[in-house]
């Protein structure tokens, strides 16, 4: 599972890599396209968003993202058939990323079948607290499939312990208050808060939001087990194109 393959992954690597796509968009070729970049950078783990039409974590490049993605016909055919074809292709474990309103429309059990099936690892839910996914969680374990939760700055330390509790992989743990995409200062007090989570918890801990260059993943070494880069990636593809979507990834890697 997860946590083993972390560990096995940090014999040779200080710092994991994690990046994000969100599936359909600009469209599933331009996806696998930068699936293949990922792998050449040696990323380690990839999160495969589900779009929606709500996405309340994210900030407008994955907003914008979600709705294009839509307004293209992406729905669940999609996603797991490039699920699948992705986990069969690439080395690194795969996750689902997304909203509960579509886990719940799908229900928890044909998700976490087809999840499994398309070679899934497991799942962040971003708007699913974990009070109220006991049911998916346990369906989840039974088929082997991860449950990350989001440990987030504000959490007391029981809500930090519940998270952890109901957790089994690693930890998403956000930087800051938000939305995904805007820069976030590293600094003393997201030291404090990851040693907080530390605390809590014997799980790897991903740090996510706000990270955009190859600085801030140096700046995580030491202190956080894996960094996580959805936004900046994205906006590199659409502003950039493919050719310094590569060289951003790279800088990421050997930042590490």
């Given amino acids: 599972m997860l946590e083993q393959y972390i560990k096995e992954k940090q014999k040779t690597k200080s710092l994991l890599l994690m990046n994000h796509t969100v599936i359909g968009y600009p469209s599933l070729d331009d996806n696998w396209e930068m699936l293949t970049l990922m792998q ?5 783990l990839v999160e495969l ?3 929606f039409s709500e996405p309340i974590a ?3 490049v994955f907003i914008r993202a979600n709705q294009a993605s839509l307004n293209n016909g992406t729905h669940w055919d999609d996603y797991f058939d ?3 074809r992705a986990s069969a292709e690439f080395d690194f474990p795969l996750l689902h990323m997304g909203y509960y309103n579509n886990v719940f429309s799908i229900g928890h059990e044909k998700f976490c079948d087809r999840l499994k099936t398309s070679g ?4 962040i839910i971003a708007d699913l607290p974990v009070d109220l996914a006991t ?8 088929k082997e499939l991860d449950p990350i939760h989001i440990m987030t700055p504000v959490n007391s330390e029981q809500r930090l312990q519940e998270i952890s509790k109901a957790s089994s992989g690693f930890l998403y743990c ?3 208050k938000g939305v995904t995409g805007h820069e976030t200062e590293f600094n003393s007090v997201i030291v404090d808060y990851l040693q907080r989570c530390r605390q809590v918890t014997e799980l790897p801990l991903a740090v996510g939001f706000g990270i955009k260059s190859a600085e801030q993943i140096s700046q995580l070494n030491g202190i956080a087990d ?4 959805g936004s900046a990636c994205l906006e590199v593809w659409e502003q950039q194109g493919k050719a310094e979507y590569k060289q951003f990834l790279n800088e990421l890697n050997e930042a590490r």
């Fill in 226 to 229: 894996i960094a996580i880069v």
């Fill in 40 to 44: 050449d950078a040696g990323v380690d």
């Fill in 135 to 142: 049911d998916l969680d346990s369906y989840a374990s039974s």
């Fill in 120 to 123: 899934g690892a497991g799942y």
């Fill in 82 to 84: 490039f699920f699948s």
């Fill in 49 to 51: 968003q589900f779009p």
């Fill in 58 to 60: 994210d900030g407008p």
């Fill in 174 to 176: 956000v930087a800051r």
